[in-house]
């Protein structure tokens, strides 16, 4: 499973509330939510995401609340994998919930400039800039949690795991 696009660069501490503003919260429709994302510190994210773009972040990414939206309104904007040196506990476990994929690594967070073309390998956890020509090495997931996001999140797997049984 691969994703490359454009890098979309932020900095720490992005929390919840950043990702998808609380103020939007009064619908479930994840397209109709995902029409804010990012829109309190980049109020031109939604216009210029294209499908397999790139999140890349510094510390502690999706710290705040709790809210599932957050990755869920990520990944319906059609970003393919956010990048950060960390990641809050909960925004972790929700983005293998809803299948969003995200990788740690530092040297790629800080190293990768906002609008650089980059090539992620999720299988291998290869990230490479193309633009600059430099690879980086993140800690890919095991292969369970692996099949939970090409099947797009925790309950369409678990759906998958039935039908073969």
């Known amino acids: 499973m691969n ?4 890098c ?5 501490n992005v929390d919840t509330d950043v990702i998808i503003p609380a103020r939007y919260l009064n619908t ?4 109709e939510l995902a029409l804010h994302c990012m829109e309190d510190i ?6 210029n995401v294209k499908q397999g773009d790139v999140m890349v972040a510094g510390w502690n990414f999706g710290c705040g609340s709790s809210r599932e939206h957050a990755p869920l309104v990520i990944k319906t904007c059609g970003t393919g994998c956010v990048i950060a040196k960390s990641f809050a506990r909960i925004f972790y476990r929700n983005a293998i919930n809803i299948g969003l994929p995200i990788l ?11 609008n650089d073309e980059v090539k992620v390998d999720f299988d291998t956890g290869i990230i490479t800039d193309i633009t600059t020509g430099k690879t980086y090495t993140a800690q890919p997931f095991p292969p369970f949690i692996q099949n939970i996001i090409k099947c797009g ?3 369409a797997s678990l759906k998958e795991a039935q039908k073969n049984d």
Do not use: N, P, R
Not at 8 to 12: E, M
Not at 42 to 47: A, I, L, P, Q, S
Not at 104 to 114: G, L, V, Y
């Open 42 to 47: 980049d109020t031109e994210f939604v216009k």
């Open 28 to 31: 479930s429709d994840a397209k």
């Open 153 to 155: 999140g925790l309950l």
């Open 8 to 12: 979309f660069k932020y900095g720490d």
């Open 104 to 114: 740690e690594c530092e040297e790629a967070a800080d190293e990768i400039a906002a």
């Open 3 to 6: 994703t490359q696009g454009k």
